[in-house]
């Protein structure tokens, strides 16, 4: 039998998941690490904590169940995309904190590089719209903030990568500085059509070539990791940023299949095969994966708050101790008591792209409850993927028959059974939820003749449950105009 360890470095926690060839889990472990709030819609982590947390849980994975590193096959890594990590060539030490996608912190140069209209410019070359979630303006900023770091940065000192290019460095002992092609389509500095880093942006941006990774197909052997840190070699052999990741581990293979993963945020993917589907609706064009030579597209709608909502009701104002907690709260009451809660923490992505809205909560009364407060949190989730969605079929042409979703809020059955009223579609929610580090470990596997192919692969997937659509067009309609007038109070509240 032989084994594949999948390394997902998630957002607020890293995790490793050993699979068996069935894409069974046969271990794993989780640890959580620090998310570092410098200011008001500012987030960073610190790379260390990254990587302590991350090795710690595959060793961990393989000694629970004395997998011998003998048969592991290979490695695959699934990341949060867009975070920046600067490191010293040298000594390969993070110069500073790793700037999240979720910083606000080049706000100021999207604003410029807005009302230079350079929107579609950058829209045409990487598919993405100008917005401080993407990587390019945080490397900017970086150099242009830390005394000395642009002139460093200028000699090849100094190397930047996305977390999954950090891993790489460090797993193979700073042989390998590499990406793959899913995570250079969210830095806004890659070409996604010629698939090479783009001369003209990094000049806008003035980033150093020199401080960029190798860009990678998503499934082939990137490099081994370091004998010192498995007791030999493994070879690295599948990465993907987590969200394309999770629609590879969701088999959406074919063209209208699509995915949403319900994490800290809800990423939706929806796979337009080997077409690049341009939006003019604000959704993004990315990179789903490239095999050999064949790169599949995909059009995505992200929202960069969903479960974090549910920690924000747990750390942020304590109204649950726990998170599971909420959804017993959420089920005291039948419904929201005219409650709407828009999550804009850190404003709104697809398809507002609104970086001065924030968080609003609207329609409480005298009767309102925790239990309204909680149940709106938890619709917010389903009521901004139903944006994303509507967008998504305007844009693409194609209707949505059914929805596969992952992430841990999935376990939520009223979000799900209200996701599928609001979408008027069945939600599939497969048996291994894991489908982020499933998808990094099913493209290690590929590269390694794990699987012989992509329909071997897809035998593999099988459904837990489906939510049907229970609600009247009516209900859904009122809902949604009621929701929609919720988001116009929360835009535009942050004023320059
Ligand atoms: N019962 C629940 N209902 C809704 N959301 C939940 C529930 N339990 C956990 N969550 C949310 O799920 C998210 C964790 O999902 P996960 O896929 O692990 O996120 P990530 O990969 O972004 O770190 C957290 O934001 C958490 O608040
Ligand atoms: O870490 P997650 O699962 O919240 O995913 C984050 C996304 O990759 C951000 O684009």
Not at 5 to 34: K, M, Y
Not at 392 to 402: A, D, N, P, W
Request: charged share 20%; net charge negative; glycine share 10%.
């Amino acid at each position: 039998m032989k084994y594949l360890l999948a390394l997902d470095q998630g957002t607020t926690s890293s995790r490793a998941i050993v699979f068996d060839e069935q894409g069974h889990a046969v271990s794993s472990a989780q640890q959580e690490f620090e998310q570092i709030f410098p200011s008001p819609g500012h987030v960073e982590h610190n790379p260390e904590a990254i990587w302590k947390s991350q090795i710690e849980t595959a060793k961990e994975a393989l000694d629970t169940n004395a997998i011998p590193d003998s048969e592991i096959a290979a490695i695959g890594i699934a990341n949060q995309r867009e975070t920046v990590v600067l490191w010293d060539k040298k000594s390969g030490q993070p110069v500073c904190n790793a700037v999240v996608w979720q910083s606000r912190i080049t706000d100021p140069i999207c604003k410029r590089l807005k009302a230079d209209q350079l929107d579609s410019f950058i829209r045409e070359k990487t598919g993405l719209v100008i917005d401080a979630y993407f990587s390019g303006t945080k490397i900017q900023y970086l150099l242009d903030n830390i005394s000395g770091l642009r002139r460093r940065a200028e000699q090849g000192e100094i190397l930047f990568g996305t977390v999954d290019s950090f891993l790489i460095w460090r797993l193979t002992n700073g042989r390998v500085h590499a990406t793959d092609v899913t995570n250079a389509s969210r830095t806004m500095l890659f070409n996604i059509h010629t698939q090479e880093w783009d001369r003209e942006l990094l000049d806008l941006l003035k980033i150093p070539e020199c401080m960029l990774p190798e860009v990678m197909p998503s499934s082939g052997i990137i490099g081994h990791s370091d004998p010192s840190i498995f007791g030999r070699e493994i070879p690295i052999a599948g990465c993907a940023g987590d969200q394309q990741a999770a629609t590879f581990g969701q088999a959406c293979f074919s063209p209208g299949d699509a995915k949403n993963t319900y994490g800290t945020g809800c990423f939706m993917l929806l796979n337009t095969g080997e077409q690049a589907v341009t939006s003019q609706l604000g959704l993004l064009t990315t990179i789903g994966w490239k095999i050999g030579k064949t790169t599949t597209y995909c059009l995505e709608g992200s929202v960069f708050i969903a479960g974090a909502v549910v920690q924000w009701l747990r750390d942020g104002i304590g109204i649950i101790e726990e998170s599971a907690q909420v959804t017993q709260l959420c089920d005291s009451v039948h419904d929201n008591g005219g409650v709407y809660f828009v999550p804009a923490f850190v404003g709104l992505g697809t398809p507002y792209w609104d970086s001065s809205a924030r968080g609003t909560i609207i329609g409480i009364t005298r009767g309102t409850t925790s239990g309204h407060i909680a149940r709106a949190a938890i619709q917010s989730m389903a009521f901004q993927s139903m944006d994303v969605l509507d967008a998504m079929q305007q844009e693409s042409g194609v209707k949505l028959t059914r929805l596969k979703v992952d992430g841990g809020a999935t376990v939520n059955n009223s979000l799900l059974s209200f996701q599928a009223g609001l979408l008027g579609v069945p939600v599939l929610r497969p048996q291994i939820q894991e489908t982020t580090a499933l998808g990094a470990a099913f493209l290690a596997g590929l590269a390694t003749g794990v699987y012989a192919d992509m329909d071997e692969i897809a035998e593999h997937w099988t459904l837990d449950r489906e939510f049907q659509p229970a609600m009247s067009v009516n209900q859904r309609e009122n809902l949604s105009a009621d929701w929609h007038h919720a988001v116009r109070a929360a835009r535009g509240w942050i004023r320059d």
